[in-house]
């Protein structure tokens, strides 16, 4: 497949939406990923966001689990 520079240039300004629900979204795609064993490193590059914020997801959510 192939996209025109405009293309790709709103797709991606499109995954830098703030609203709760994109997070939401974005947060779960990277969990679920982790959880099938992939590393932070390939779920940053798959979707689109830097290793740190994957890895600080992880944390977020390990440490809901624990309080739990």
Known sequence: MELSEKDRDML???LQVKSP???QT???NALL???DGLPAEDVAGLLFLD???VAGWQKIYAKRNRAA
């Open 12 to 14: 991606m300004k499109s």
């Open 21 to 23: 629900e994109v997070l």
């Open 26 to 28: 974005r947060m779960a």
């Open 33 to 35: 990923l982790l959880a």
């Open 51 to 53: 290793e740190a914020t």
